[in-house]
């Protein structure tokens, strides 16, 4: 039984693969200074707003964005999603500018195997993306071969990412 549990631990970390530190990955995304982290729980009424600007079913009330700053002035925002793909998560880092627009985003972990990863050209779809894109998988944003779960979901996580961030930048 001990053998039994080794291994499938061991199996289960053949898979999770941390790509990237979110506070280093908005740094550098922005050239920022300095980095303010902040943590965010949403009211019911928030949650409810995400819902239904997102279009999607939300799991959590928790987030974190990460404010990139050059001394006192907001220069972006790095706002971090997890995801469900099959049956294991994705976490993806969403660099939105002051104007909301997505400047890239950052996989940084990623638990399913690595063929199912988006390439980074896949990715640069999403570049100058805002809210007011539909941002729907097979509609502006095109599937990617082989890899068709994860790019809904890390096309769910933008409008998310997108739709947290206002509201967020909108609540007094």
Not at 36 to 62: F, M, R
């Amino acid at each position: 039984m001990k053998q039994l549990t080794l291994l499938l631990i061991a199996s289960s970390l053949t898979f999770a693969q941390v790509l990237g530190d979110p506070v280093a990955l908005t740094q550098r995304g922005f050239g920022a200074k300095s980095i303010e982290t902040q943590n965010i729980i949403l009211s019911n009424a928030q949650v409810q707003q995400l819902i239904k600007t997102s279009q999607q079913p939300i799991e959590s009330k928790l987030y974190r964005i990460y404010v990139a700053k050059n001394g006192d002035k907001s220069i972006g925002y790095g706002v971090l999603m997890n995801k469900k793909v099959r049956t294991k998560t994705v976490v993806a880092l969403y660099l939105i500018s002051q104007d909301s627009k997505i400047k890239s985003i950052e996989i940084v972990a990623f638990n399913e195997p690595l063929e199912y990863l988006p390439s980074a050209t896949w990715l640069n779809i999403f570049d100058n993306k805002s809210a007011v894109n539909t941002l729907k998988l097979n509609q502006d944003i095109p599937t990617t071969t082989g890899a068709t779960l994860s790019a809904r979901a890390i096309t769910d996580g933008a409008r998310a990412a997108l739709a947290l961030l206002d509201i967020v930048k909108n609540t007094p």
